[in-house]
């Protein structure tokens, strides 16, 4: 006769291991998120009392957050809890509790930590060209596109397979690429750089995306915003994929790092776009040999690339009443375009800048040879110097006009409402609109239409906000979004 069956043994080491991780990721996130405010003591006591531990388990979590950084542990003192700064910030617990509690800031930081490391281990790598990491790159990178390309990538259930598979293999290509510039300390941030990867697909594909998101995701905010991951991962990421792993194996350093930049720079909404961007990659095409490619990916890398970096600029025109900034925003914009700009007010032949300062306001006859030179500007403008103008353009005849010089154009409208635009004309000390005449410019003002390429933004947000708006909004328009 068999004796009542028993549970297994419990091993109390691995019970208080478990239970002090718990503690630890409690009190690590409270910290964290400020709940345990710069300099608050933390004694053992008190955390056998909040948390319902033992002492031993109180003390060895203490322990545990004083290595990470979080707190500071003192003989007869105990312990005080340290600012960010004193923090181990490339410790994993510690990176997935910011990326819980301030996933933007985190995934920033992260970013450029990467932005900074990523291109300069590709050099390397392309450098040393070691047989095993080229063969591991350039296969992890063929099966990266085979992937993204898989019908059921989007699918809610049925793509979660492919996606964790994906999810995988760029993790591996990415560490693959730090362990290639055989620099141990590159290596020795792999990890903070596959959290960043992973916590873009995980928290946009987390439980799988609802079945009407079928679209790839914008960006909400602007240039250097890290985008939510799409509903399928962008082709010309991929492409870029591919020419990073192929350029390693042909030893070319400049291609590598030039690929890794935009790859990085692929995330940020805008900044593809970046001409520097641009001029690196086309630097690096002249020297990469297409050949050097799998034959059935030749095609698709150089339509891709050749797309990518022969896309045509349109000139941009900042439009709005007057005292909407336009002045301000113009030249900012242009800057961080890196295409010329144009004061618009420039254009105006002598006699309406005169009936301007005498209050006089102009009619369509008076306009039609100011928008005639601008327009003109616009015409002279090369599809890759590319143009940023301003012109108020309030009625839509006056946009049709500029577009019939430029159909591409793209019209900016600086909104505000009628009041603070008169309050700002007013407190210039030198201008050619008068205060006087801001209202007949809103009885004149047509809002851009739906079908008018173009965006309206709040013209009192901060110039750098606006700037940032409108190079996204430019950048998924060049990539078809």
């Known amino acids: 006769m068999t004796g009542p069956e028993l549970d297994p043994p419990v091993d109390s080491e691995d019970v208080l291991r478990g239970s002090t991780a718990k503690v630890v990721e409690r009190l690590g996130c409270q910290i964290v998120e400020g709940g345990k405010p710069r300099d608050q003591h933390l004694t053992v006591e008190a ?19 004083h290595q990470k950084g979080l707190i500071n542990l003192q003989p007869r003192i105990g312990a005080t809890v340290q600012a960010l700064e004193r923090w181990d910030l490339l410790d994993p617990d510690v990176i997935a509790w910011r990326l819980e509690v301030a996933p933007d800031s985190q995934m920033r930081s992260l970013t450029e930590l990467r932005e900074v490391i990523e291109p300069r281990a590709a050099r390397l790598a392309a450098l040393s060209r ?26 809610p259930k049925d793509g979660a397979a492919v996606r964790q598979r994906f999810r995988d293999v760029d993790a591996a290509f990415h560490r693959t690429l730090l362990a290639g510039s055989r620099n141990e300390l ?20 987390a439980g799988g995306h609802q079945e009407e998101m079928v679209s790839p995701a914008r960006a909400v905010v602007g240039a250097d915003t890290v985008q939510s991951y799409p509903t399928r991962p962008q082709p010309i990421a991929m492409w870029l994929h591919m020419g990073l792993a192929y350029a390693v194996d042909q030893g070319l350093a400049a291609a590598a790092e030039a690929f890794a930049e935009a790859i990085l720079a692929e995330i940020r909404g805008g900044r593809l776009q970046d001409p520097v961007v641009l001029d690196h990659l086309r630097a690096g095409l002249d020297q990469f040999n ?4 799998p034959a059935a990916h030749r095609a698709g890398f150089q339509d891709a690339l050749a797309s990518l970096i022969r896309a045509r600029r349109a000139p941009v025109v900042v439009m709005g009443a007057s005292g909407c900034g336009k002045t301000t925003v113009g030249p900012y914009l242009a800057e961080s375009l890196r295409v010329p700009f144009e004061e618009g007010d420039r254009f105006h032949p002598p006699r309406n800048l005169e009936s301007l300062r005498n209050g006089t306001r102009l009619d369509d006859s008076s306009c039609s040879p100011w928008l005639a030179a601008i327009a003109g500007r616009m015409r002279a403008a090369g599809s890759e110097e590319g143009l940023v103008i301003t012109c108020s353009a309030l009625r839509r005849i006056h946009r049709e ?10 019209f900016v409208h600086l909104d505000l409402d009628q009041d603070l635009a008169t309050a700002r004309v007013a407190g210039r000390e030198s201008h ?9 410019q809103f009885e004149d003002l047509e809002p851009l239409q739906e079908d008018e390429a173009g965006m309206t933004v709040d013209a009192t947000l901060p110039v750098e906000r606006i700037v940032a708006e409108v190079q996204t909004e430019l950048a998924r328009r060049t990539r078809g979004c």
């Open 401 to 410: 006009m500029l577009r019939v010089a430029r159909p591409d154009a793209f």
């Open 432 to 440: 050619v609109m008068p205060a006087s005449l801001v209202s007949s």
């Open 47 to 65: 955390v056998m009392h909040e948390c319902g531990v033992t002492r031993p388990m109180a003390r060895e979590a203490l322990q545990t957050l």
């Open 290 to 293: 297409t050949n050097g490619l």
């Open 130 to 155: 070691s047989a095993e990491i080229c063969h591991d790159l350039t296969s992890q990178a063929r099966t990266l596109l085979a992937l993204s390309e898989d019908e059921d990538f989007a699918e």
């Open 186 to 205: 590159f290596l020795r941030l792999s990890h903070p750089v596959v959290m960043a990867l992973n916590h873009r697909i995980d928290r946009d594909w």
